[in-house]
């Protein structure tokens, strides 16, 4: 099993403030089709998880352009340029080069 | 609407079994790999089980592993798992999921 390392596990953060978050995998998540498979999820409290960004760095539908993702191998980032209220919950990565597992979380709230 | 939905948990004792569901609408459900992620109270995601979308393939996680089983039948739009020799440590919300559409879960609490 690949391990996904998320830090810091729980992130105060300013209204209107950037936020960022790290996931480091225990193996490079490059595939041998030469795409890496990292995505990153939100969790609203007391909501189903939603992505965020798959492939390292593609936004999904609808996700507000404040939400980036970047990143190679083993180290990823997600960031948020602007902290807004609807972001608080916890962010996980998730890797699926190597079947698939979740990083512990991130809880985002509000300093 | 496009979503899943899942059904079948609920409270059982340890060593019982459980077949949850998945069912899928609004969306081309026999071109999507399927996922069961569960999340016990208070903690994180725990990836669970996969099928391909054809049923070919399966995939388990380790502590699942012999215990769990994936189905899918795409005449009905719906992935199954069966869930044998159930433990405390399996209590969770069950999620399916092809990770851009998750459902909103269904509960296994495993007690005695």
């Known amino acids: 099993e690949v391990v996904m390392t998320q830090s810091p596990l729980s992130l105060p953060v300013t209204l209107g403030q950037p936020a960022s978050i790290s996931c480091r995998s225990g193996l490079s998540l490059v595939h041998s089709n030469g795409n890496t498979y990292l995505s990153w999820f939100q969790q609203r409290p007391g909501q189903s998880p939603r992505r965020l960004i798959y492939?390292?760095?593609k936004r999904d539908s609808g996700v507000p352009d404040r939400f980036s993702g970047s990143g190679s191998g083993t180290e990823f980032t997600l960031k948020i340029s602007s902290l807004e209220a609807e972001d608080v919950g916890v962010y996980y990565c998730m890797q699926g080069t190597h079947t698939w597992t979740f990083g512990q979380g991130t809880k985002v709230e509000i300093k | 609407q496009v979503q899943l939905v899942e059904s079948g948990g609920g409270v059982v004792q340890p060593g019982t079994s459980l077949r949850l569901s998945c069912a899928a609408f609004g969306f081309t459900f026999s071109n999507y790999n399927i996922h069961w992620v569960r999340q016990a109270p208070g903690k994180g995601l725990e990836w669970v089980a996969a099928i391909s979308s054809d049923g070919s393939y399966k995939y388990y996680a380790d502590p699942v592993k012999g215990r769990f089983t994936i189905s899918r039948d795409n005449s009905k739009n719906t992935v199954y798992v069966q869930v044998n020799s159930l433990r405390t440590e399996d209590t969770a919300v069950y999620h399916c999921t092809q990770f851009e559409i998750w459902g909103q879960g269904t509960m296994v609490t495993v007690s005695s």
């Open positions: 492939q390292v760095s």
